[in-house]
Structure formats: structure tokens, C-alpha cells
């Protein structure tokens, strides 16, 4: 026999499903506009009755007794989730570059302002009118002061590129791994500790869930970072999931633990050899000290390429991006071999201490030590302007042949080696001066125009995976709308329910069994 | 695929981003006046632009070089002008002073008038500009032309113009030369190719002549300064001997051609120069037309652009305005 106040329990579970939908709903208008909020969804759950608990069984029709809320759960993909993170690991990555080559190209560049090509053509037209009047002291002083000028603008770029070097280190080192990586390994680790208690004690803490999964996107954009969830069984009937992230290496899979449930592993930098190494500062697991390698990706990539790489001039395991370090290596060959041309000509019969550029240091010459050198400096005619030897005749002979010399080796091909000193060594160009340096900026605007073009590419494609993710998991109000209606509809059915419940009571108490009164 | 607020809103953002970003590199294009004001934007043409600007470069230099050359040029001109009408003067009196019937009183005249041309000559010989010999070859701060110490005879360089063994062919290539556009070329030893550059001065010697000829037993110099020296001796002196100096009068005229010579080589010079100073001219026009062409934005077809993202950036903006605002809770009561 069915209790008579068995509906009534019915009807206030109805009533409170309903309560909880609006309430739910409200929750979710309320966070529209969140960063990072999940829309919440009521899981009902009809129950039943169950034969067994019965002390007698019950012939005939069974009927369920109501609804109960059995949770309240986020709708998310964590596939998607996976998807997003690793594009946003490739499109932080083209976006540090191309800023930092921005930045090469802000020095290199000479479209708009003039820069070294202009410097060496006013150099080499200001040797053109010297060999109009060689023997002229004016003219000479006009024509080390163009040189000069040349050997000025190359101190400037060499110290411009290291700038912006240091600017990345310290991008690096300060915004990235300090502000960035480790406080948000460390925000990580808390959270997973703060989830494991509400989880073990019955709670689903999807605020906690939401933040969580911010702070990993977050932490996505550094590095390429994987993340996998391990279930721990607490009791029986209760398992919880741990939540570990980490770096893995591409060739040989070994993982580096870089959060595992309540620790974590924070990075810092170290210089070795002239290159930027990461390190990891080890709570646990047993990972290799240099991880440099295993980052392959995301912003932390972006800088060790800008801050490394050496394009051609690589060696060895080097890091072969065309970075700070290639132009200016570049920068140095050209100022090496540019001297050893002008010094060679400059010594026609091999008398030598006929230099006309050194370094500043004794050192072999490189584009930031590169100056004219002191012989030049107190005499300016210490240019040697014609092969011919005064004689007593002719003590200041007038021919412009040296000068003609210069001029034409400038304007020609000539091989830019590793080791301008040396005739053995490898070419790394052959062209005219010209060449070379319009070919070297060249190089940078096609670095540059490639990396915009991955950047927008790759940001394209993350913002479709995120416009999915929102697909899924955010909130729409038309949709909040029409649920409010939905559930206030639902609300009002079943207190109407149990208006019709009572008057049967009702019925019952003070109807039944009065006959004829 | 369900549409939320957060998509509609992160999308408008984006498109409104494109759009201004579009609009910001119109204006610069406009205000620039350049279609690229980084090479990034266009490769190619930025390199095209580089090399283009070295051709200018050079052909400024070049230009530099050939007015210079002019210069020199019309200065040596006049004064190889000025040794010519010299010669002609010079053998006027030397007509009359042979002249059978002229006294030794009015030779002597006649001699000393002709010493005072010789004079003349060797100053506008030595003439220079700006501290720079004319007729030196690249000896241009000593003067080339003095007299030998011992016999007063006349040298060029530091060499006797009489002496046989003088290296005349060396002397007489030996000349100032600047690069004219003519794709100079040094060998490994560090000669120059003469063909490759353009040579602007006159040696002295070309125009005086050297060497010596055998007249009656002696060793008459065959340039033209102590040629009319030696006239004026002869006509000067107690022996006067009508046969010599007739026959140095007609060892004269043969000589003094050389001077026109030396004006046609000048003028030959000049009207090269002047059909390079064309050609350059021409180059530059066409250098700078097709600088134009790849550096220039055409500032009509900007603004064009520039206006209608104008026009799409309003649209955008009035369109955006009607989708994020309403919802269903405006509709419900």
C-alpha cells in the first residue's frame, strides 16, 4: 500500500529541482561575462523504487517517487581543451618572434631612414672626389670623415642588436619564467590541493575547476606543456582524479614533471657558452638539470630562438633560427672583411702599419670595436692614394690609382669570409658590399614577413578552437532566457501539484466518511 | 552549433581590430607617400629599391668626376690656346728676322722679343688651378717644366727633353684620369686598365715636342721652347748664318702643328665627355622614373582604398551595435 503523504515528498522534490534550475540558471547569467567560466547544468535523476527494500513485495504497478538533483556539472570538452592548448603553445610562440624581429628590423631596416647601405655609397663617392685631387689634405679629411661615419654606424648596430638581446633575456627571465611560469606552476599546485580536499569531502568545486583550468591555459602559452589526469582510489565508492602536467621530449618520450598534483617544479635561467640555457629547479622526479631542449614550443621557445639562434653561423648542437646572435655575427663579417679589403689595398707594396681600420682593442675586428684606426686619425693623408713611389722629382705624385683600386674593389665581388685573415677559410657570401648588406636585410624582411604570416595563421586557428570551446561550454543568455521560463513553468506546475495533493488530503481529513451531513 | 554571447562579442572585436588595423596602414601609406615604408611589407621591391638606389649613388659620383674633368679640360684649353698663338707670334718675327734684309741691330731686337716668348711659354706651360699643374701628368705639385741648371735647356718631369734615351711613350701616358662610369678594371698587381677610366689631362711634353735632329752637323732640340731659343742665338749672334736659320725656321713649321694637335685632342676629349654627360642625364631620368614605380604609392588609389575601409569600418561599427545588445530578456515580461 502506497503511504498517503508519499506524493507530498514528490511534490517538494519537484518544487526544489525546479528552485535549483533557477538557481543555477541565475548562476550562470550572473557569470556571462567570467573569463574562463564553465555554464552549469542540473543533473537530475528520477528515482525509483526498489523491491528488495520492501518488506513486502508490491504486485502491480510500480511508480517512481520523483526526481532527485544528483549534481551540478560543467559542460566541457577536455579534447578541445587539449586541442586549444597546444595551438596556443604555436601561436604564443610566432608572436614572441615576430615582436623581437620587429624589433631587428626597427634597427636594420632602411627604407624610410638611411642607414649603413647610404653611409658606404656617400663613402664611396666621397672617394670619387678624392681621386679628383688626391694630393688635396681637404679632400682627404672629407673622405676619412665618411669612413668614419661608417665605422660609427656599425658600433651603433652591434650595440643596437645587443639591446635587444639583453631586452629578451630579461623578458625571459623576468616576465616569463619568474612572473609568469612559476607563479602559475606554484597557483596550479595549490589549486590541485585545495580540489583534492573539496573532492574527498563530497563537492564538486567547479569555481575551483574554472580557475584551474585559466591558470593551464595560461601556463599552455609558455611552453608546451601536456596534461593528464590519474585516478587515486580514497575509499570504496570514491575516486578522485589527480591532475599532472608536464614537458615531454619529442625524440625520446622521457616526461619532466612539472606539477604533480600538490608539488611543482619551478625554472630558472643559466648563461653557459654564450647561449641562454633553462634549468629546473627539482622538487621531485628526476628529470636532466638543462631542459632546453625539451621546450619546443610557446613563448619561452620565441625568446631562446631570438636570444640563440645563430643561423649559418651555427655550429655543433647550436640553435640554427636566424636570432640576435646571427646578425650579429653577420654584422662582424662584414666590418672583418670590409677592414682587411681596405687595409690589403691601402699596403700596396707590403710596407706594412698602413691600416686604415682596426679595432678598438687589439682583438680581431669585429662591427662593435670596429673604428678608424690612430695612423689614419693624425694624418689624414695616411690614405694611400697611388701605387707610384715619391721620388726627389716627383715627391707627392698626383695619380689616383689606389683610390680607383678601392673604389672598384668596393663596387665588386669580392668573398666575405669566416676568417677574413685568413685565405683558407670558408666563404660565407660573394658579392659586392652592396650585395651583402641589402641581402642581410633582405633575409630579416623575409623572416619577418614568414613569421606574420604563422602568426596569423596560427592565431586563426586558435580562435576557431576557441569559438568552439565557447560553442560548448559558454554561456548563451538567449538560451539562460529561455530556461528561466522553462524551469519558472516547471515551478509552477508542481506547486500546482501539490495544491491538487492537498485538497485530496483535504478530501480525505474532512470529506470522507461524513454521510448525509 | 550553439552562438553565446562570449563568440559574438570576441568576433566583432577581432573584425573591428582588422578593419582599423587595415585603415592605420592606409593612412600611412597616404601620409608616407611610400607604397611600403618597411622592407617586410614587400620584400622584393625593397631590394630592387636598395639596388636602385646604389646605381643613383654611383651615377652622382660618376657625374662629379665629369665636371671636374670639364673643368680641367677648358683650362688646358685656353692655355694650349695661348702657347699657340705664342708659336704664331714667334714665327711671324722669326719671318721678318730672316728677311735678307734686316740689320744685326734689328735681329738682336728680334731675338730678345723672341726670348720674351719663350718665356711667356714656359709660364703658361707651368700653369696650374688650385695648386694643381695642368701639363704635369700626375706630377701635380712641382712644376713640370724647368731649365737644366748646366745647359738652360729645357726639362719635363726631372728629364732632359734633348736626352735619347728619354722614355717618352712612359711620359707621355702618364696623365690624371678619374672613373667616369666606364666599369673601371685593376688587375692583381694593382695596375689599372687605361681603357676603363677616362684620362682628363694633357702631358706637356705632347704639346713641346722632344728629341733632337741632326741640321748642318748639329744637334738641333726639337721642342718648340728651345727651338726658338736656339732661333734667337742664331739671330743674335756675331756668325750669322742665313742658311741655319731658314733651315730652323722650316724646322719650326714642321713642330708647330704639334700644338694644334694637342687642341684637337682636348676638343676630342671635351665632346666625349659631353656624349657621357648625356647618356648619365638620360639614366638618371629613367632611374628616378622607375624609383617612382616601385617606391611611390600612388596617392589616388590610396585614398580610393582608404575610403571605402572607411566605409566598411562604419558599416561594421553601426552593425555591430544591433547584435550585442539585444537578447530574449528584452522580450519577456
Redesign the interface.
Known sequence: MRPTFLAFQTASRALAASKAHIDITGNNIAN??TEGFTRQRVDLSSISSSSYTQRYAVPGATMGYGVEVSGITQTRDPFLDSRFRTQNAEAAQYDTILKGLNDL?GIF????NAGL??EM??F??QL??L???P??ADFALVARTAAQKVTQILNIYSHQTEQVREQQIFDLENVVIDNDFNTTVKGIASLNQQIREEVTHGNVPNELYDKRNLLIDKLSALAPIRVTTQPEKISEGLTIENLNISLVDPTSGTTIGLVQNGLYNTLTTAEKDGELRIQINQSFGDAPKDITAYITSGTIKGHLDLINGRGAYATGAQNTFRGTLYYKSAMDTFAGNFAQLMNT?ND?HSAGNLELFESNDGSPITSGNIRISQAWMDDPNHITT???IP????????????I??M???L?GKMDFRMDPKNPLSPVLFSGTT?EY???L??E???D??LN?NFSDTANNVL?TL??SR???S??????E??N??AYQKSYNAAARYFTVLDEAVDKIINGMGIVGR | MRITNRMITSKYVRSLNQISSDLNRLNNKVTSGRAFTKASENTSAAIRAYQLRRDMSKSEGFMANIQHAETTLRNSESSIMHIQELVQNAQTKIIQGVNGTQSEGERKIIATELRNIQDQMLQTLNGSSSDMYYFGGTNTTEKPFTLDSATGKLMYNGNLLDDPALDSAALLADSRFVDIGLNVRVDASGVIDNTSVFKYSIPGLQITGYGTEEINGEDVSSNLYDLIGRMATELESGTYDSDMANKLLGKLQETSPKVVHALTDVGAKTSYLEFITDRLETKEFNDQERQMEIEAADPAETIIYFKSQEAAYNAALQMGTKIIQPSIFDYMN
Not at chain 1, 109 to 112: G, V
Not at chain 1, 391 to 402: I, R
Not at chain 1, 474 to 479: A, H, K, M, P, Q
Open positions: 556571462v561575462n628590423e631596416d632602411e627604407i624610410e647601405q647610404s655609397s656617400n664611396i663617392n670619387q672626389i681621386s679628383q685631387s694630393t688635396s689595398i700596396p697611388t701605387d707610384v721620388t726627389p722629382e716627383n715627391p707627392t705624385p698626383g695619380g689616383a690609382d689606389n680607383l683600386q673604389i672598384a674593389a663596387n652592396g648588406l641589402s641581402g636585410s633582405g630579416l624582411a623575409l619577418v614577413e606574420t580562435y576557441s569559438t565557447d560553442a560548448i559558454g554561456v548563451s543568455l538567449d538560451e532566457g529561455i528561466l521560463m
